[in-house]
């Protein structure tokens, strides 16, 4: 079953028509990932959907079986008829189906160039839409508000998360020897167990040696995990291909006096961003709020304050600051939030030698109303 519904579906069709665009073409592969192929079509992975501006669905799949089982199009084609050419597939529908000796294809920012170059040479008359940064705007206007359907499947990835931060805490409780990694493989498993059908990202766990990165390399250690100062795990389920992400910061044994300023000051971000949270509220100011409570504690958020979730773990919207570079000012609209989004807030502080805290929760926005669908908050183990 695809998730996009009949109207979104229709809005496509119109925005085919308002740009002059023949073919939109999305293309997922493993050199250029886009999850919008599973949203139009239902097929998870591998494979090229055209959407023709009669409102015509062809999928193009390198697992032909796969594509029949998942997938919701009008026609699948197999590649096999096309000695396993996509393109030339792609070349008999143009010019001997649809009749068409030259036809203009939208392509997402994220098509590689050499499959742009492949395809021009084996289909001559082809032409590109110009401005793919559109193109990409455009999906992710379409997907930053999830349907019924889309909501019950993030929940359920909240739900998984939310179980497994009880045996976060256990485990930082009662295994006071244990490793990073240690704890990485537990909540792997735990998640698991609880009906995930995969990790939604590889577990990010540090302790207060690793902390005051954003992103660990390597993302699990062999060190141990309760040392003296902040530490934090981060990490979320995948439930029948949605994401949940969640962070849970964990101080062991007394804090310096820095060391509590900086977790007082991500729990007072986090909070001010929950409460600025409303219908029409634009996100920029969302994360200014907690951008500068954080700064004015004397410290810097380099990174946004949230994004969306859906099929991928980063997804539309995203609550961040205004543009200032002129390239990104030109493309840059201000969104608001909306009914349907979900999406993390994620405020954190990280300093060399002190450590990092990062409190994130997912939040739903339904029927007018903040329902905040995760359940992290910051604990101590002494």
């Known amino acids: 079953m695809r998730p996009i519904t009949e109207e979104k579906f229709e809005s496509i069709l119109e925005f085919l028509e308002e740009n002059k665009i023949d073919v939109l073409m999305i293309t997922d592969y493993e ?8 949203y139009l079509s239902g097929h998870p992975t591998d494979a090229t959907i055209l ?14 079986l796969l594509a029949e089982k998942h997938s919701e199009v009008d026609e699948i084609i197999n590649p096999a008829n096309f000695s396993f050419n996509v393109f030339l597939a792609m070349k008999e529908l143009f010019e001997n ?3 068409k000796s030259s036809i203009t294809v939208g392509v997402h920012s994220t098509t590689s160039y050499g499959l742009i170059v492949k395809m021009k040479a084996i289909i001559p008359g082809i032409r590109y839409f110009e401005e793919p940064i559109v193109i990409q705007q455009f999906f992710e206007k379409l997907r930053a508000t999830k349907t019924d359907f889309e909501i019950k499947k993030l929940i359920g990835a909240a739900q998984i998360g939310n179980k497994t931060i009880k045996d976060i805490h256990d485990f930082c409780v009662n295994d006071p020897d244990g490793t990073e990694k240690d704890l990485s493989f537990l909540v792997r498993k735990k998640l698991a167990d609880y009906g995930a059908e995969d990790v939604a990202f590889e577990p990010l766990v540090a302790n207060s040696s690793r902390a005051h990165e954003i ?25 029948q291909g949605y994401c949940s992400d969640i962070t849970v910061p ?28 409303d219908i029409d509220v634009p996100l920029w100011k969302i994360h200014d709020t907690a951008e500068q409570i954080l700064k004015k504690g004397g ?12 099929l991928t773990v980063h997804d539309s919207p995203f609550i961040s600051r205004k543009p200032t570079d002129d ?12 009914d ?18 990062r409190l994130e929760n997912d939040v739903l926005i339904r029927n007018g109303k903040v329902e905040i669908i995760t359940k992290s908050q910051p604990f101590t183990v002494m």
């Open 31 to 38: 050199n250029s990932r886009n999850v919008n192929l599973q």
């Open 51 to 64: 959407i023709n501006s009669g409102g015509e669905t062809t999928l193009i799949p390198w697992d032909v």
């Open 97 to 99: 189906r649809w009749k």
């Open 215 to 239: 992103h660990q390399h390597p993302f699990a250690s062999d060190q141990k995990f309760s040392l003296p100062g902040l530490a934090l795990i981060d990490f979320g389920a995948k439930f």
């Open 250 to 277: 964990i101080s062991f044994g007394k804090l310096s006096d820095n060391q509590n300023k900086i977790r007082e000051l991500t729990i007072k971000a986090y909070e001010a961003a929950i409460e600025t949270i």
């Open 299 to 310: 410290f810097e958020m380099p990174y946004s304050l949230g994004h969306g979730l859906g």
């Open 327 to 338: 390239y990104s000012k030109k493309h840059w609209k201000e969104e608001t939030i909306q």
């Open 340 to 357: 349907g989004m979900v999406f993390t807030i994620e405020p954190g502080v990280f300093k060399q030698g002190l450590g990092g805290q």
